[in-house]
């Protein structure tokens, strides 16, 4: 994946979310985050919270990165600070938490996939004292989600049926047209052979807010186009620079909209260290981007005409996000609550005794 860096020695980590809170629900990328058919093996963690599996996958890559290897973390959405996976890529391993909400199950269990209980290290019978305090904070929590949930698709409703509808299909046409040029002149002419695509989140909404990981882009990339989407033909414009980058033979790394997954906020192809970024994406940093006017295609006075509605859609969205990210901090309350139960409950030397007993199978001592 390394192959082509311009600016960079091969990073030791990279961060990115594996899943998102979107206008469709939990919207999850775990079938890409490793592939099964290269000859990687998974393991799949179960077990409920505060049972370690967030510790165990943070002390396994850890152990990677001390040997000099790289590591890809994936963020839990629920708690930015832990972990939802990790993979490292020269030992074609990967471990996630397989667990609600990004349910994952192994493919061949023993041949490409196995799982890992942490769940027998709980104290089942001191556990069960707490079984009417469980059940209501467990309820109230999905009180939090259903909340965040409704205020998320109501937002995801403003972009994908309002707001979307200020650029039409021809504009999109045009913008797709203004892009073709740079896809010719950065990735050459079509190869019979086509790259292969990922599909990472790099930004989320999560109980802090929106979170952004700009530093992952800036590690796979030192140059970085910016596409004007206040009209939201961003989005078009990326698929179709991503779609021109596979074509060219060129691995692709394709990072969804936080809100509207199936819209991409960012394309990246880390062996020509070129990104290619929505300009109201929070990803887009990098001052010295080459800026691409595509709301310029859009005739002026019709778009001196919309402004205004587009600011009060975006105002909208705003405030229905925020709303969001007040029920997600909630259930994130409530759920260090039901940590709190569980964590003097469980045998974390046993946990430790089996991350040890992996790291050294790993040969990573």
């Given at each position: 994946?390394?192959?082509?860096?311009?600016?960079?020695?091969?990073?030791?980590?990279?961060?990115?979310?594996?899943?998102?809170?979107?206008?469709?629900?939990?919207?999850?990328?775990?079938?890409?985050?490793?592939?099964?058919?290269?000859?990687?093996?998974?393991?799949?963690?179960?077990g409920?919270?505060?049972?370690?599996?967030?510790?165990?996958?943070?002390?396994?890559?850890?152990?990677?990165?001390?040997?000099?290897?790289?590591?890809?973390?994936?963020?839990?959405?629920?708690?930015?600070?832990?972990?939802?996976?990790?993979?490292?890529?020269?030992?074609?391993?990967?471990?996630?938490?397989?667990?609600?909400?990004?349910?994952?199950?192994?493919?061949?269990?023993?041949?490409?996939?196995?799982?890992?209980?942490?769940?027998?290290?709980?104290?089942?019978?001191?556990?069960?004292?707490?079984?009417?305090?469980?059940?209501?904070?467990?309820?109230?929590?999905?009180?939090c989600?259903?909340?965040?949930?409704?205020?998320?698709?109501?937002?995801?409703?403003?972009?994908?049926?309002?707001?979307?509808?200020?650029?039409s299909?021809?504009?999109?046409?045009?913008?797709?047209?203004?892009?073709?040029?740079?896809?010719?002149?950065?990735?050459?002419?079509?190869?019979?052979?086509?790259?292969?695509?990922?599909?990472?989140?790099?930004?989320?909404?999560?109980?802090?807010?929106?979170c952004?990981?700009?530093?992952?882009?800036?590690?796979?990339?030192?140059?970085?186009?910016?596409?004007?989407n206040?009209?939201?033909?961003?989005?078009?414009?990326?698929?179709?620079i991503?779609e021109?980058?596979?074509?060219?033979?060129?691995?692709?790394?394709?990072?969804?909209?936080?809100?509207?997954?199936?819209?991409?906020e960012?394309?990246?192809?880390?062996?020509?260290?070129?990104?290619?970024?929505?300009?109201?994406?929070?990803?887009?940093?990098?001052?010295?981007?080459?800026?691409?006017?595509?709301?310029?295609?859009?005739?002026?006075?019709?778009?001196?005409?919309?402004?205004?509605?587009?600011?009060?859609?975006?105002?909208?969205t705003?405030?229905?996000?925020?709303?969001?990210?007040?029920?997600?901090?909630?259930?994130?309350?409530?759920?260090?609550?039901?940590?709190?139960i569980?964590?003097?409950?469980?045998?974390?030397?046993?946990?430790?005794?089996?991350?040890?007993?992996?790291?050294?199978?790993?040969?990573?001592?």
């Amino acid at each position: 994946m390394w192959k082509g860096l311009k600016h960079y020695e091969r990073p030791t980590h990279f961060t990115i979310f594996s899943g998102g809170n979107t206008c469709r629900g939990f919207y999850s990328l775990y079938d890409s985050f490793v592939s099964l058919s290269d000859g990687n093996f998974l393991w799949v963690l179960k077990g409920g919270l505060g049972c370690g599996k967030s510790s165990f996958m943070r002390m396994l890559g850890s152990a990677a990165e001390k040997a000099g290897l790289t590591v890809e973390y994936a963020f839990c959405l629920g708690d930015p600070s832990s972990l939802d996976g990790v993979y490292i890529p020269e030992l074609k391993t990967a471990y996630t938490d397989g667990t609600a909400p990004h349910i994952a199950d192994a493919n061949m269990p023993g041949v490409d996939s196995a799982y890992i209980n942490l769940g027998t290290y709980y104290d089942y019978e001191a556990i069960s004292d707490y079984k009417s305090e469980l059940t209501e904070l467990y309820s109230a929590c999905n009180v939090c989600y259903k909340k965040a949930y409704s205020m998320i698709a109501a937002a995801g409703t403003l972009q994908n049926g309002w707001l979307n509808g200020f650029s039409s299909d021809s504009e999109k046409d045009a913008a797709i047209k203004r892009v073709s040029g740079i896809a010719l002149r950065e990735f050459g002419k079509r190869h019979r052979e086509k790259g292969q695509t990922k599909y990472r989140f790099l930004s989320a909404l999560t109980c802090n807010g929106m979170c952004s990981l700009p530093e992952t882009a800036e590690v796979l990339c030192n140059r970085f186009y910016g596409f004007e989407n206040r009209l939201r033909m961003g989005g078009t414009a990326l698929l179709s620079i991503a779609e021109a980058a596979c074509e060219a033979r060129h691995d692709v790394i394709v990072c969804p909209n936080p809100l509207t997954p199936e819209v991409a906020e960012a394309v990246l192809v880390p062996s020509l260290s070129l990104g290619f970024l929505s300009s109201d994406s929070s990803l887009a940093r990098d001052p010295d981007s080459r800026h691409i006017r595509l709301d310029a295609l859009v005739e002026s006075d019709r778009l001196k005409k919309t402004r205004p509605e587009l600011r009060g859609g975006e105002k909208m969205t705003e405030a229905l996000l925020n709303e969001s990210y007040g029920a997600l901090a909630e259930a994130k309350r409530i759920n260090d609550q039901i940590e709190s139960i569980f964590k003097p409950n469980v045998d974390f030397d046993g946990v430790n005794a089996l991350v040890q007993a992996h790291i050294k199978s790993l040969g990573l001592v």
